[in-house]
């Protein structure tokens, strides 16, 4: 895949609620994922497709999304791009809301996606 069908697929994959079945079709074995803080107390890096797809599912098992929305992909030369997440819910534990804006960026090497990084 090049860099725009990878770009696409992704933003449809999280637009249809298929990020998780996504991970193995665009990222590589051995990608990494960077939090900007280190919200689950395991730091911020996360390393390997299967350490990541364990971070989705902390993210659902967290939270409760009542909304949220993701924007086309930005391009950035031949091996990155980036999304906009809009993400409005509340934690499951506490019941605190919370209304989230995050950038993603994501590097992209030998058709997969081979670093993510969010900033908020």
């Not at 390997?48 to 993701?70: L, M, Y």
């Amino acid at each position: 895949m090049n860099l725009k069908e990878i770009a696409d697929e992704l933003v449809a994959g999280c637009r249809e609620n298929r990020a998780k079945e996504n991970l193995d079709k665009l990222y590589a074995a051995d990608a990494v994922s960077v939090e900007a803080a280190d919200a689950m107390g395991m730091g911020r890096e996360t390393h390997g497709r299967d350490a990541i797809r364990g971070k989705h599912e902390w993210w659902e098992g967290a939270h409760e999304v009542s909304d949220a929305s993701v924007s086309d992909p930005f391009p950035h030369g031949e091996d990155r791009f980036a999304v906009i997440f809009e993400v409005q819910g509340k934690v499951k534990e506490s019941g605190e809301s919370f209304d989230m804006r995050e950038v993603a960026v994501y590097h992209v090497a030998d058709g997969k996606i081979v670093r993510e990084e969010f900033f908020y």
